[in-house]
C-alpha cells in the first residue's frame, strides 16, 4: 500500500509539477543554521562556522536532485526537456530539419523495403509446418557436379535411412486435360505417395492417393492444385470421383491440394496436379535404370538430427550402394542441404548483402542528419 500512495505521489507531482521546493530550502537552511550554532559554540567565528556547516552538508545541489528523483519521474521529465529543446532547434533551422527528416524517411523506408523482401523469400518461403526441417536430398558426381537421384537409390535410401522421418521424391509432369471446356494444358509432378506426408499438409477436400496407389497396374488418380480445381471446375466439391482426360487416359481425382500450397514460393505455377509416380508407368520406365537420375528428393529431418548428421548417415549408404554397383554409382555422393537454400541459391546470399548494405547506409543517414539536427546545442557529443 504504501507503495502505491508513493507512485500516486509522484505521478501528482509530476503532472502537476510540485516538487516542495520551498519546503526542502527551508529544510536545508534550518539543516545548515543548526550545524553552524553547534560550530559557533566549539569556538570558531561564525562566517568559518557556516562555511564548515556547507561543507559538512555536502552539495546543496545534488541533495535537491536525488529530492526531486525521489519525488517525481526523471525519466520522463529529462525526455519532456529534450524534446522541448529539439524542437526549438529544429524550428531555428527549419532548412536542415526538413532535409535530416527527409533523409531519415527515406534510410527507414529503404530499409523496410529491403527487410520485407528478406523475409518473404528467406523467412516465409514456404507455408509447410516446420519447413526448417525440410531438406533436399542429391546425388553428387565428381564428373557431373549436382545430380538429382535415380529412382532405384530413393528406394535403397529410403529403406536404409534413419535420420529422416520420411522421403518423398518427384519429376515433372505436363500435358493435355480435354472433355472439360476447352482444352486445358497443365504442368505437375510425378510424386511418391510419401511426398504429401513429409511435407505435412493435408488435402483440402478429398484425400491424396496411397502407397497401394503408387504401384504399377493400380488405378490411375490424381490431385489437383486449389488453382485449376477453381479454374476449370468452379471449385466443385464434386469433383472427388470425377473422371477427367489427361494425355488421353482416364485418371480419377481423389483430392484437392490446400488452398496455400506453395511449393517453392512459386503461385501455382507447375503445381496444377501430381500423380503417382510409379502408378503412372510400367516397370520397364527409365526410372528403373540406376544410371538417370530424374528425381528430385525431398526429405524431412527428425527431431535433434542436423544437416551434417543426416549427411554423414547417407554417404554411408552411399558408399554401401557404390560397392553394390559399381558401374552406375562409383563417385556418387550425397549432399543435404536445406530447401530453403534450394529454392534461393545465390539468391539468398544478394538478398542478405542488401540488407546488411541498406542497414549501413541508413545508420550513416541517421547519423548525418543527428549531426545536422543537433551540432548546434550538442558540440560536444559525438556520433
Known amino acids: 500500500m504504501r507503495g502505491l500512495n508513493r507512485s500516486f505521489k509522484r505521478l501528482f507531482n509530476f503532472t502537476t509539477n510540485r516538487r516542495g521546493d520551498k519546503r526542502l530550502r527551508e529544510e536545508i537552511e534550518s539543516h ?10 566549539a569556538g570558531m567565528g561564525p562566517e568559518e562556522a557556516r562555511r564548515h556547516a556547507r561543507l559538512k552538508f555536502g552539495a546543496i545541489e545534488t541533495v535537491r536532485e536525488d529530492y526531486h528523483a525521489e519525488e517525481g519521474l526523471p525519466l520522463f521529465e529529462g525526455l519532456l526537456l529534450d524534446i522541448r529543446y529539439a524542437l526549438r532547434v529544429l524550428w531555428k533551422s527549419p532548412a536542415f530539419s526538413l532535409l535530416a527528416i527527409m533523409t531519415i524517411a527515406l534510410g527507414v523506408g529503404a530499409n523496410t523495403s ?24 542429391n546425388c553428387v558426381s565428381k564428373s557431373q557436379s549436382d545430380l538429382w537421384v535415380s ?99 482416364s485418371w480419377t481425382v481423389v483430392g484437392v491440394l490446400p488452398v496455400n500450397f506453395d511449393f517453392y514460393g ?15 508407368f510400367g ?3 527409365f526410372l528403373y535404370d540406376r544410371g538417370n537420375h530424374p528425381c528430385q528428393v ?11 548428421q543426416a549427411a554423414v548417415e547417407m554417404n554411408t549408404i552411399a558408399a554401401r550402394l557404390t560397392a553394390q554397383y559399381p558401374v552406375s554409382n562409383t563417385g556418387v555422393t550425397v549432399d543435404v542441404h536445406s530447401l530453403l537454400r534450394d529454392f534461393v541459391g545465390e539468391e539468398s546470399k544478394a538478398l542478405l548483402v542488401t540488407s546488411a548494405g541498406a542497414i549501413l547506409h541508413k545508420r550513416l543517414l541517421l547519423r548525418r542528419a543527428v549531426r545536422y539536427l543537433f551540432h548546434s546545442w550538442l558540440p560536444d557529443c559525438h556520433f
Open 32 to 41: 545548515i543554521a543548526a550545524q553552524t550554532e553547534e560550530n559557533i559554540r
Open 298 to 308: 525431398i526429405a524431412r529431418l527428425r527431431p535433434g538430427v542436423s544437416e551434417h
Open 114 to 137: 529491403i527487410f520485407t523482401a528478406v523475409n518473404g523469400v528467406l523467412l516465409k518461403s514456404f507455408s509447410f509446418p516446420e519447413a526448417n526441417r525440410l531438406v533436399v536430398v
Open 266 to 280: 512459386r503461385s501455382n505455377e507447375n503445381n496444377d496436379l501430381f500423380l503417382p509416380m510409379i502408378g503412372s
Open 151 to 249: 529412382y532405384p537409390d530413393y528406394l535403397d535410401w529410403r529403406a536404409a535411412q534413419r535420420v529422416f522421418v520420411d522421403l518423398g521424391a518427384r519429376f515433372p509432369a505436363g500435358g493435355i486435360i480435354i472433355g472439360v471446356g476447352e482444352p486445358q494444358r497443365v504442368f505437375g509432378r510425378y510424386v511418391t505417395a510419401s511426398f504429401f506426408s513429409t511435407l505435412g499438409i493435408q488435402p483440402q477436400i478429398g484425400g491424396f492417393f496411397s502407397e497401394d496407389e503408387d504401384k504399377v497396374g493400380a488405378p490411375r488418380v490424381m490431385v489437383i492444385s486449389d488453382s485449376l480445381w477453381r479454374r476449370v471446375f468452379n471449385a466443385d466439391p464434386a469433383v472427388i470421383g470425377r473422371a477427367i482426360n489427361y494425355n488421353g487416359a
Open 283 to 285: 516397370k520397364e520406365h
